[in-house]
């Protein structure tokens, strides 16, 4: 306990040294990150003696008209100084980036989508600020040659000119007990390294998502990421035992706990898992992992019908039972796109749709034996028309690619409006043959894909460019379905900048205002990853 | 939508002619119930016009010296007065309960050790007042005849005067969704019911506790039960998918999502899981349920150390992998109390320790051969002594007594010390031995079980009578015990009243102060619930 207090007492003399402004135009921090809200972006209040540092915007919507998707106008924070960029680098020798190259992969996400931009002519406005890091005594370069942010509501990367901070050298597992599982690391760690560590250990992460290769497990946390394992791990709300976090006024609040249970009081760190950055900056995470699975076994099958895929589902609950571990799907069109812009083969005949299920398990004569009953079961009943199972690693790596790469393909095809809906799990691909009926040929592509198993659609609209009238057709239609069937505009995705001012379609206006008030309680001065999460007439 | 708004409009209306006073003394409410804060207490602010209502209190915290664990003086909200209660009377009808008799199992735990009681003498102050029943437009009798309230830190029934809110009579089911397993129902149902409910249903509920047959889930929700079943399913901040939550200031929050996944904003139900109805009442629940398992096995076995324990634990975990369901624990003077006072009989030879596996799959064929081996290898590496396996529904029952029946066996050797510790898996009876040598002769018995897959130990110290010396000598002790192993000093049970002192010792000051702005923010006045969670030097 001794040691909480001491780092919080070190972390308060260092903010006092830290801020290199009067008390009254005090910093304002966003953070965004790979997947996440994880570099943290800064931006001053007002301060008049102060108005030479002038950045314009350029925000790439998509749409011309005004959007509620579209960022509202800068609000008054203080502009960076050649001051204070100097004390910056003086107290961060060499982590104070402003090279225009390297503030590229953090400006602009990966799908190209939402860009902020400085056109500040002196100095590049845009630095990797890593004080949380100084307060934590490590040592930090800028992440520079990161593979970029993987968000897909422009929830990470900076709007205006705010400062990004990075976590990207915060890369240190700090603990991991073998007999528990229970994995400490710092927020920086890039989840696929996580697993690669555990997996040597005989354990897996909780989570798996097709961005393992750069996402950050910080930002998998501030963004309550699902993924491919959900349905057999349950949700990082259950998973997460800890978090060390850095709120808006400095103060680092250590709930770092690695105990499986602990009801001593409210349990602070719920607050701060899926905030999108908007209320603190997590630097640290504890995680229980679940132990790595003898076997393994993945199926690609193809049905004939949404509603035998559907009853697919049931059967494999009911025979695979413990050992079912995913069940995703694609639909024809998907398979379309992996085959023209990936050159991905269909592993099966052409049917209009496919399920990936994946079993794992401690035994495996027993695993292979449930899953051969349940193919019989699948067959015999025909539910599904063609099928093909894998065992070996490579072979099981080639047939989640067939899920996984559907976004990559979708980048291929055009522009994409991306939609991440929770459904009824019957309900969920009513929709996507609705849109496309809606859209008719207004739209390039109209797939669907997703985790059945989480009642959570992926509905993709392409279309050549960027094309207000398509965008007007899709939205609001897409949300007022959605809402009808009392379903979430944002099963994984998080609401970022794209979807703040959507949040009435899921949420009541008085839960809406409840997380003003818990923004206004932890972030009085709105300094944290500003314009997102939350809508522009939250008071 | 509309429904929603609605019915928040109904409250609101409903609201104002409720308040039989002005507005400057407000209601302040306290929720409480069974193995919950699940009826409501309820204060009135001070009203100089009108003082002839005086209740004494007598608390019954077995102490003579001013303790921690004591109530703090009675907060200056206002008595209820005969025009009150008429008012109360009115608007619901064979509602508002004053019989002593009547209002005996909700002044008192059912461990006897914290007791709220009025002198009121022209009529009782305690009253059932189910006001979100009204909202609600359902109809609610008194809960005469329940069994009582099941929680252990006194933070279920009143410490004052404090009004009583019983959700007994909400106690519908409203809606299962036999697809994805998804359980919405009122607050009020008795955990026992709904597991029947869903058993017909080829589904359970995530959670088992011994106190099942009385304890409402609208209580599990609000103290976050964990129980048998969490080594399997997870805790109830993962599985609870939806709630809804009246405010202090009478507002309805409805956050009853039914979607597995949804990240829209702040996840608001949070902050009620395990908050003991000192931010808002529960009064309806949804709840994701697994599938009913087909095979259900559950093993007896006797170990001489516990390291030889740990060691099976490790072996199950690898073993029985998917299948195990929990791993439970019990010493030979637990044994010595079930034989002495229950007239339970040890199913095997003695041993310094006892463990109770449960394994439940899809199959009893590939369970059975997962038991057999992992005994196998258990027997023939020495880390087991004796054992004994169940299959059948009334030997499992039998087994389970084993561990379920020790509280209840605890009560007939005398006044218990309670102590409900998260530590290291590899430390949790180090402190039970500690303990007993720190003690010595004067406790009567000193006694470990608990659920060794969660790291969660139940350490219970009897004596003859309430012993203040014997307290003294077990407190501060077991509080620094744990907090030198980062452990935290309350697993499951939550702190209530007689904990709410000793929350330092599992978290730093800084998170306390965090949660006291999130009360202040939810209830502004401190209606709900007071003298509860929080210590009392919070402001």
Redesign the interface.
């Given at each position: 306990?001794a040691g909480?207090?001491q780092r919080?007492l070190r972390l308060r003399t260092a903010l006092r040294h830290l801020s290199p402004q009067s008390p009254q135009s005090p910093l304002s921090w966003t953070v965004t990150g790979r997947h996440t809200p994880l570099d943290l972006h800064c931006s001053f209040l007002p301060s008049t003696s102060r108005q030479f540092a002038v950045c314009s915007r350029k925000l790439h919507t998509g749409a011309d008209r005004p959007s509620p998707a579209a960022a509202p106008d800068r609000l008054p924070f203080s502009r960076i100084t050649q001051e204070d960029l100097a004390f910056f680098r003086k107290i961060l020798p060499g982590r104070a980036v402003t090279d225009p190259d390297l503030l590229e992969s953090s400006n602009v996400d990966w799908l190209k989508s939402v860009k902020g931009e400085s056109e500040f002519t002196s100095f590049h406005l845009k630095i990797y600020f890593l004080v949380v890091i100084i307060f934590n005594s490590s040592i930090l370069t800028s992440s520079a040659g990161s593979r970029g942010n993987t968000g897909l509501v422009g929830g990470s990367v900076p709007v205006y000119d705010e400062i990004i901070l990075s976590t990207a050298l915060m890369n240190n597992i700090l603990t991991f007990?073998s007999?528990?599982g229970i994995l400490t690391c710092q927020a920086g760690c890039v989840l696929e390294n996580l697993s690669l560590y555990l997996e040597d250990r005989e354990y897996i992460m909780p989570l798996d998502l097709g961005a393992k290769g750069s996402c950050h497990i910080g930002g998998n946390v501030a963004?309550?990421a699902?993924g491919l394992r959900?349905l057999r791990y349950?949700?990082l709300?259950?998973?997460v035992l800890g978090l060390e976090v850095v709120l808006a006024d400095g103060?680092?609040?250590?709930?770092l706990?690695?105990?499986?249970?602990?009801?001593?009081?409210?349990?602070?760190k719920?607050?701060f898992?899926?905030?999108e950055g908007t209320?603190g900056v997590i630097t640290s995470v504890s995680i229980l992992c679940p132990?790595k699975?003898?076997s393994v076994n993945v199926v690609f099958l193809g049905c004939e019908t949404f509603e035998q895929l559907?009853k697919t589902f049931?059967l494999s609950?009911?025979?695979?039972?413990?050992?079912l571990s995913a069940f995703e799907f694609l639909d024809s069109e998907c398979m379309r796109l992996l085959n023209t812009h990936l050159k991905l083969r269909n592993p099966i005949s052409d049917c209009p749709f496919y399920v990936v299920i994946e079993t794992?398990?401690?035994?495996s004569t027993?695993d292979g034996?449930?899953l051969h009953n349940f193919l019989e079961e699948a067959m015999t009943s025909s539910l599904v028309t063609d099928g093909t199972v894998a065992t070996e690693d490579s072979k099981i790596k080639a047939l989640w690619s067939m899920r996984e790469r559907v976004t990559e393909a979708l980048t291929h095809d055009g522009f994409t409006y991306k939609y991440d809906i929770?459904?009824?799990?019957?309900r969920i691909y009513q929709l996507v043959t609705d849109m496309r009926e809606h859209l008719g040929n207004r739209a390039k592509s109209v797939v669907g894909y997703g985790?059945v198993g989480?009642?959570?659609l992926h509905l993709n609209v392409t279309s050549p460019a960027k094309d207000p009238a398509l965008l007007a057709a899709i939205e609001p239609f897409v949300y007022e379905w959605t809402?009808s069937c009392?379903?979430?505009?944002?099963?994984?995705?998080?609401?970022g900048l794209k979807?703040r001012n959507y949040?009435y379609y899921?949420?009541?206006?008085?839960?809406?205002a409840?997380?003003g008030?818990?923004k206004a309680?932890l972030d009085p001065k709105g300094i944290l990853n500003p314009y997102k999460?939350?809508p522009d007439d939250l008071k």
């Amino acid at each position: 306990m001794a040691g909480i207090f001491q780092r919080s007492l070190r972390l308060r003399t260092a903010l006092r040294h830290l801020s290199p402004q009067s008390p009254q135009s005090p910093l304002s921090w966003t953070v965004t990150g790979r997947h996440t809200p994880l570099d943290l972006h800064c931006s001053f209040l007002p301060s008049t003696s102060r108005q030479f540092a002038v950045c314009s915007r350029k925000l790439h919507t998509g749409a011309d008209r005004p959007s509620p998707a579209a960022a509202p106008d800068r609000l008054p924070f203080s502009r960076i100084t050649q001051e204070d960029l100097a004390f910056f680098r003086k107290i961060l020798p060499g982590r104070a980036v402003t090279d225009p190259d390297l503030l590229e992969s953090s400006n602009v996400d990966w799908l190209k989508s939402v860009k902020g931009e400085s056109e500040f002519t002196s100095f590049h406005l845009k630095i990797y600020f890593l004080v949380v890091i100084i307060f934590n005594s490590s040592i930090l370069t800028s992440s520079a040659g990161s593979r970029g942010n993987t968000g897909l509501v422009g929830g990470s990367v900076p709007v205006y000119d705010e400062i990004i901070l990075s976590t990207a050298l915060m890369n240190n597992i700090l603990t991991f007990d073998s007999i528990s599982g229970i994995l400490t690391c710092q927020a920086g760690c890039v989840l696929e390294n996580l697993s690669l560590y555990l997996e040597d250990r005989e354990y897996i992460m909780p989570l798996d998502l097709g961005a393992k290769g750069s996402c950050h497990i910080g930002g998998n946390v501030a963004t309550n990421a699902g993924g491919l394992r959900l349905l057999r791990y349950g949700s990082l709300r259950g998973t997460v035992l800890g978090l060390e976090v850095v709120l808006a006024d400095g103060r680092v609040l250590d709930c770092l706990a690695t105990l499986r249970k602990d009801n001593t009081g409210y349990d602070l760190k719920q607050l701060f898992i899926g905030s999108e950055g908007t209320l603190g900056v997590i630097t640290s995470v504890s995680i229980l992992c679940p132990r790595k699975p003898k076997s393994v076994n993945v199926v690609f099958l193809g049905c004939e019908t949404f509603e035998q895929l559907l009853k697919t589902f049931q059967l494999s609950r009911g025979m695979l039972g413990e050992i079912l571990s995913a069940f995703e799907f694609l639909d024809s069109e998907c398979m379309r796109l992996l085959n023209t812009h990936l050159k991905l083969r269909n592993p099966i005949s052409d049917c209009p749709f496919y399920v990936v299920i994946e079993t794992s398990g401690s035994d495996s004569t027993h695993d292979g034996e449930k899953l051969h009953n349940f193919l019989e079961e699948a067959m015999t009943s025909s539910l599904v028309t063609d099928g093909t199972v894998a065992t070996e690693d490579s072979k099981i790596k080639a047939l989640w690619s067939m899920r996984e790469r559907v976004t990559e393909a979708l980048t291929h095809d055009g522009f994409t409006y991306k939609y991440d809906i929770s459904l009824p799990v019957e309900r969920i691909y009513q929709l996507v043959t609705d849109m496309r009926e809606h859209l008719g040929n207004r739209a390039k592509s109209v797939v669907g894909y997703g985790h059945v198993g989480d009642g959570n659609l992926h509905l993709n609209v392409t279309s050549p460019a960027k094309d207000p009238a398509l965008l007007a057709a899709i939205e609001p239609f897409v949300y007022e379905w959605t809402a009808s069937c009392n379903g979430s505009i944002s099963a994984e995705h998080g609401l970022g900048l794209k979807k703040r001012n959507y949040i009435y379609y899921s949420k009541p206006s008085q839960a809406v205002a409840l997380m003003g008030n818990i923004k206004a309680m932890l972030d009085p001065k709105g300094i944290l990853n500003p314009y997102k999460t939350l809508p522009d007439d939250l008071k």
